[in-house]
RNA sequence: GGUUUUGUGGCCGAGCGGCUAGGCAGCGGUCUGCAAAACCGUCUACAGCGGUUCGAAUCCGCUCGAAACCUCCA
């Protein structure tokens, strides 16, 4: 009942059930996870996705496994919007942006770099480019041809849905049937090249307005925008590994495209368990630079946005989105996030509690069961919140025995300090400041509350408010508790 | 129109057939020189209408509302 699991459950988007996680080599997990584009900076749903991912990555290794991480830069494919008409002022932007591609890539990249670091992410093993490999990329759509799911016409390559649908199903996925795709009105551009609507790109033959672009067997062009993913899950994790993440706007087309490529390269379903993330809402609306609510990973944390009136804290943003499941939408609202703040606040001191804590013979509360829940939230799908909720509960037991209401044993407390740090910490990927321990200000502090003492023991309460609210004015703050005067 | 989801208390969010979610806010206490924190107690829920069931927020149907995707855009 309060044995510690490590079975782990996972929502496989492929199947539509919660699937007990087997690995497909022992002890081994394999991950890829489609990465950011880098023609601009990843807006703040973007990163709720790469942050998710980054939990579920952690919670594998805190099972034990020996991870392979995958996820991949986008910088290259069709970065032409060649309609013909862009006489809007957009259009000009966009094409003036195109002309330095080269230069945004690299812009991006730092920056995207710069984000995993503030929002504490762990780098995946391998970050490859789409322009690295290209070669790969050929090679796949050379496969595809000769197993006849795909024909050239013009200088570009389709993907031949209705031939591959005599053999694989089309649309496993997003539960899509070609028979009904057929249906729909939308009306193909006139200079269509495809031979059924709902075939796609492989190769595209180079536009005059392309400022990066390869040579093929087909010409010169660039490579479709769905290859990109099978050629390099491919290449690093072998042609079926275990989890395939992404956004679930990316569910179709682009994964129900790459398993067909890698169905018809391969012959088989690259994933084992595809993962999708929810997007992130703000206002309770998903973000648009129409309605206002847009705003940047950097913005909200140097409080550069005007969508909320303060800035948050990395940490805090992490805690926020760790309180929604992942397969959930999130709503961002200045409510929210403020008792966000709040909640993590409540955390980290909890926390910062538990080296003081006293201990005696007996527990007064079931540790072992305690840390048993963490496992359990984390193991069905990664439910986060739940851990949270869980975890919570521990706090209100630590608070307890601070405040003598409770009691712990030495060997619990070891147990429940590692695991809850580590759940935290490893797992949650929330960092803790922990100013009390700051060598150089550690001894000036005990000083000064040295003297507020004396001052509250001599029933000085102008020294004693006084040094309390010049402190809080550098911005520490000092509490009377039971057992004397904390600060942080 | 199609596909896939979704509608929980003041706010954010779990739960998905019977058992307290949790955080923040509110109210009443305890503690405290005051403050803060903490602790104890407590109040607001499951969009609407039917159905299945001994029992439904949880399953089914309908109505109303919301979201993502529907092909060259990661």
Same mark, same amino acid.
């Given at each position: ?12 988007? @492929? ?36 942050? #998710? ?66 929002? #504490?992410?762990?780098?995946? #093993? ?227 509690? @538990?080296?003081? @804590? ?99 023991? #001599? ?30």
């Amino acid at each position: 009942m309060s044995t510690i699991t490590n079975e782990l459950f996972i929502y496989n988007s @492929l199947t539509g059930q919660k699937e007990k996680f087997e690995p497909i080599h022992e002890n081994r997990v394999g991950m890829y996870v489609c990465g950011p584009t880098l023609y601009s900076e990843p807006h703040m749903g973007n990163m709720r996705t790469f942050i #998710n991912f980054d939990m579920i990555y952690r919670y594998l290794l805190k099972l034990g496994y020996q991870v392979k991480y995958v996820r991949n830069i986008t910088d290259a494919g069709h970065i032409t919007n060649s309609t013909g008409d862009d006489v809007d002022s957009i259009g000009k932007v966009a094409r003036l942006e195109q002309v330095q591609s080269l230069e945004i890539v690299y812009k991006y990249n730092v920056n995207f770099q710069e984000l995993q670091r503030i929002y #504490n992410m762990l780098p995946p #093993n391998i970050e490859p480019t789409a322009t690295g490999h290209i070669q790969e990329q050929i090679e796949i759509i050379e496969q595809i041809i000769e197993n006849g799911f795909a024909y050239v016409v013009n200088g570009s390559v389709y993907f031949d849905v209705r031939a591959y649908s005599e053999k694989f199903e089309y649309g496993i996925l997003s539960g899509r049937k070609v028979d009904e795709l057929a249906e729909e009105t939308r009306t193909l551009n006139a200079q269509d090249e495809k031979r059924f609507f709902a075939d796609f790109a492989l190769w595209k033959k180079a536009n005059p307005d392309d400022m990066q672009i390869w040579r093929s067997p087909w010409g010169n062009g660039n490579p479709g925008w769905h290859i990109e993913c099978t050629a390099m899950s491919t290449k690093y994790l072998g042609s079926q590994f275990d989890i395939h993440g992404g956004g679930l706007d990316l569910k179709f087309p682009h994964h129900e495209d790459e398993i067909a490529q890698n169905c018809g390269s391969l012959g088989c379903n690259p994933a084992k368990y595809w993962m999708h993330a929810n997007m992130l809402n703000v206002n309770g609306q998903k973000m648009s630079k129409s309605l206002g609510n847009y705003f940047l990973p950097k913005e909200i944390v140097e409080g550069t946005t005007a969508v909320f009136d303060k800035p948050y804290a990395p940490n805090v943003i992490r805690f926020s989105m760790m309180q929604a499941h992942y397969r959930s939408t999130l709503d961002f609202t200045s409510d929210s996030l403020n008792a966000a703040e709040k909640g993590f606040t409540r955390l980290s001191e909890a926390i910062d509690k @538990l080296e003081k @804590l006293p201990t005696v013979e007996t527990s007064s509360q079931d540790v072992q069961a305690i840390v048993a829940s963490f496992y359990k939230a984390m193991g069905d799908d990664f439910n986060a919140p739940i851990l949270l909720a869980n975890i919570f509960e521990a706090v209100k037991y630590i608070n307890s025995i601070s405040d003598g209401n409770a009691t712990i044993s030495k060997a619990d407390l070891e147990l429940l300090s590692t695991e809850l740090t580590s759940f935290v910490l490893d797992v949650l990927g929330l960092s803790l400041s922990k100013a009390s321990t700051d060598s150089k200000l550690a001894p000036v502090m005990d000083l000064v509350l040295d003297i507020r003492k004396t001052a509250r023991e #001599n029933k000085d309460w102008t020294t004693s408010d006084k040094i309390r609210d010049g402190l809080a004015a550098a911005g520490i703050v000092v509490k009377d508790g039971k057992e004397g005067t904390s600060w942080s």
